[in-house]
């Protein structure tokens, strides 16, 4: 096997509509856990409002989303592809912002 290379990936991005941003990264949230949480019959929303509270304490409520969090749960795969080790990745805000 060849020997490790470093590399860093940038993107700058415009963030032109935080809710929508932040559906997004819910939806990502929610997909990526979906196979490890188990859904009730008897209580058929259980699991979305689980889903729901875990995703708020992480990236903020919609109405005041943590900008950098949500676009790390956009960008970030989690698991990182074949033949790459993701070590860390981090999202900063610039400027103001609402």
Avoid: N
């Avoid at 074949?82 to 981090?90: A, Q």
């Amino acid at each position: 096997m060849a020997h490790a290379i470093t590399a860093s990936v940038t993107l700058h991005v415009e963030i032109l509509d935080p809710q929508a941003m932040w559906d997004h990264a819910h939806r990502c949230y929610a997909l990526s856990h979906l196979d490890h949480k188990v859904y009730d019959d008897a209580q058929p929303t259980r699991l979305a409002d689980e889903l729901l509270a875990e995703f708020v304490t992480l990236c903020g409520a919609r109405d005041e989303p943590d900008i950098g969090d949500c676009l790390r749960m956009i960008f970030d795969p989690g698991e990182s592809p074949p033949g790459i080790l993701i070590e860390d990745s981090s999202a900063e805000v610039q400027g103001p912002h609402s």
